[in-house]
């Protein structure tokens, strides 16, 4: 299984209707292209970005949809003036503890792997972090996305609200401090968002 993330900034006066733009034209519009299994949107009020990721039955098709979701995205910038960046992934890790819907909060961690220790990256986020993951209050859902052409990976964990979010910050990253300390990981950057869309039909990959 494979991801598209977009990440979409400027939208801090715009935001709502960005929201309804991917909600009401995007969605639909994705759900409808050959291998699709879904789309989420996560969103950060306090500085404008939002991330839409959408998930492919396999890399082929997920290249398929390019040229459809280039025209997608340029009508997001021409409308909005959005500045957009664009990834791509492997979905390594995914399990759900409970059902996501469109409401909730995500914290999303995006990593720097050494070379060639990915698959140990792997190993410890499966092994060790996990199960302490899972432990925590109002726990929905975790993913592990990863890039190994660029050593990059970006582990997505949803709670049912942000106040739960927020309640286990301190925990949270003491967990990741560890887990990039045992592996020779590095973290580049950290964002708190408001789960807008959850509509990812991926089976769970563990």
């Given at each position: 299984?494979?991801a598209?993330?977009?990440?979409?900034?400027?939208?801090?006066?715009?935001?709502?209707?960005g929201?309804a733009y991917?909600?009401?034209?995007?969605?639909?519009?994705?759900r409808?292209?050959p291998?699709?299994?879904?789309?989420s949107?996560?969103?950060?009020?306090?500085?404008?970005?939002?991330?839409?990721?959408?998930?492919?039955?396999?890399?082929?098709t997920m290249?398929a949809?390019?040229?459809?979701?280039?025209l997608?995205?340029?009508?997001?910038?021409?409308?909005?003036?959005?500045?957009?960046?664009?990834?791509?992934?492997?979905?390594?890790?995914?399990?759900?503890?409970h059902?996501?819907?469109d409401?909730?909060a995500a914290?999303?961690t995006w990593?720097?792997?050494d070379?060639?220790?990915?698959?140990?990256?792997?190993?410890?986020?499966?092994?060790?972090l996990m199960?302490r993951?899972q432990e925590?209050?109002?726990?929905?859902s975790?993913?592990?996305?990863?890039?190994?052409?660029?050593?990059?990976?970006?582990?997505?964990?949803?709670?049912h609200?942000?106040?739960?979010?927020?309640?286990?910050?301190?925990?949270?990253?003491?967990?990741?401090?560890?887990?990039?300390?045992?592996?020779?990981?590095?973290?580049?950057d950290?964002?708190?968002?408001d789960?807008?869309?959850?509509?990812?039909?991926?089976?769970e990959?563990?």
């Open positions: 299984m494979y598209r993330s977009t990440t979409i900034r400027g939208l801090t006066g715009a935001i709502d209707a929201i991917i909600r009401e034209e995007a969605l639909p519009a994705v409808e292209m291998g699709c299994v879904g789309l949107l996560l969103t950060d009020r306090d500085t404008g970005r939002s991330i839409a990721t959408s998930a492919w039955r396999d890399e082929e290249r949809s390019a040229e459809l979701v280039h997608m995205r340029e009508r997001l910038v021409a409308a909005f003036g959005a500045e957009l960046e664009v990834e791509e992934w492997e979905i390594a890790v995914l399990q759900r503890a059902t996501m819907h409401h909730g914290r999303v990593l720097q792997v070379d060639g220790q990915m698959d140990r990256l792997l190993d410890a986020y499966r092994s060790a199960p993951l925590l209050p109002n726990f929905c975790l993913s592990l996305l990863v890039d190994r052409a660029a050593d990059r990976a970006v582990s997505t964990v949803t709670f609200s942000r106040v739960a979010l927020e309640a286990v910050r301190d925990r949270a990253r003491v967990m990741r401090d560890e887990l990039t300390g045992s592996v020779g990981a590095r973290v580049l950290v964002a708190e968002t789960v807008v869309l959850s509509h990812l039909r991926v089976p990959m563990v």
